[in-house]
Each structure stands twice: as C-alpha cells, then as structure tokens.
T-cell receptor
C-alpha cells in the first residue's frame, strides 16, 4: 500500500482563494519532504525542500509567500497555494524521505489543482 | 531546475517492439532512477541504478548508466499497449539525498 498519502487528489477552487495540500508519511518518519509542480505535458519541477521543524528551502523562481510550506511534524507537510490564479493550475506532487542515509524515497499520488 | 535532457521526446512503436530512451544529466549523482507516469496520474517507480553500477535489469526493463558520459538509457523489451506512458529519468545528486531532478521525459505510445 501507499506509504505517502497526498490529499486531496484533486481540487477546484476559485481565483483568489487559497488551497491547502497535505502530504503524509504513513509508516515512517519523514524528516524531509519535497514538493514538485508539473504543468501539462511537462516534467516535474522541484519547488521546495521541506525539513521538519525548520523553514522550507525554495528553488529559484518559486515565490515563498505564494506557496506556503509547513512541516510541523515528522509525518506531515502541507503546501498552501495562496491567492490562487488560473496559472497556478497544475499537478502538485510531494515526496518524502526518512532520516537515515540511503532511506527510500516515496512519492504521493499527486494533487490536480484547477483554478477557475 | 531540470537536471538534464531525455531523448527522444516522443516514441511511437508497435506491440512487441523494443523501446529505448536516453537521459543525460549534469552533476555528480548517488543514483539515477526511472519513473513511469500515465496521463494525469502519479509516478510509478521502475528502477534505481546506483552510481557504481553499470547495468541493471528488472523484468522487461534494462537500464544502463555511464557516469563518464553522464548518461543513462532505459530499454523496454517486447513492449505492450499497457506500456504507453511518459517515462522520466531522475537523478539523485550527491550533495542532497532525495532531492530528485527530473529529465524532460519521453512520451511512449505502443499501438496494438
């Protein structure tokens, strides 16, 4: 079964509203989680690295005030898309990894966000 | 940012044929992984090859890695219609475990 649960699997929201996406590790402690964005027919682009108990590290070009990441526990990281606009419509995927060297990496099933 | 390139961008073959796709990358890696993604769905992990390995097999999949050329290839033998998907390579850099950088992907269509 899935070891990383991502919720919701899809969401439709109106322009200007905020949307929260959750990424949970189900049977391991995820000290680090990664958030990716994928536009249609494109590859996955890393948005940010989320470490438990500390601020996320954002990739160049990703607005940290727009994409709020919280990793308050060892099993949960959240991505909040604030004041969403149609251009934020995308597929968002998280991955999680444990604390040990060479810990396996697990991906969530992704969240399809559509902003109308 | 994306680590590297994949080619071809698209590949159309018939069932029973082999499909080969290539991936190039730029930095030092711990390992290189291949994923499959069906349209609009999540990623399916196919195979991981470590930096000290040169070739790896898993069922109908064969992966090679040439660290001197910073390139990898994925071969799918005896393809099936169910193999229709996008295939991505992803490199795991030596300086940040788990922070995968994905290639551009190859869209494979297998016709019956």
């Amino acid at each position: 079964g899935a070891v990383v649960s991502q919720h919701p699997s899809w969401v439709i929201c109106k322009s200007g509203t905020s949307v929260k996406i959750e990424c949970r590790s189900l049977d391991f402690q995820a000290t680090t989680m990664f958030w990716y964005r994928q536009f249609p027919k494109q590859s996955l682009m890393l948005m940010a690295t989320s470490n438990e108990g500390s601020k996320a590290t954002y990739e160049q070009g990703v607005e940290k005030d727009k994409f709020l990441i919280n990793h308050a526990s060892l099993t949960l990281s959240t991505l909040t898309v604030t004041s969403a606009h149609p251009e934020d419509s995308s597929f968002y995927i998280c991955s999680a990894i444990g604390p040990l060297p060479n810990s396996p990496l697990h991906f969530g099933n992704g969240t399809r966000l559509t902003v109308t | 940012s994306q680590q590297g390139e994949e080619d071809p961008q698209a590949l159309s073959i018939q069932e029973g044929e082999n499909a080969t796709m290539n991936c190039s990358y730029k930095t030092s890696i711990n390992n290189l992984q291949w994923y499959r993604q069906n349209s609009g769905r999540g990623l399916v992990h196919l195979i991981l090859i470590r930096s000290n390995e040169r070739e790896k097999h898993s069922g109908r999949l064969r992966v090679t890695l040439d660290t001197s050329k910073k390139s990898s290839s994925l071969l799918i033998t005896a393809s099936r219609a169910a193999d229709t998907a996008s295939y991505f390579c992803a490199t795991d850099p030596t300086d940040s475990w788990g922070k995968l950088q994905f290639g551009a992907g190859t869209q494979v269509v297998v016709t019956p």
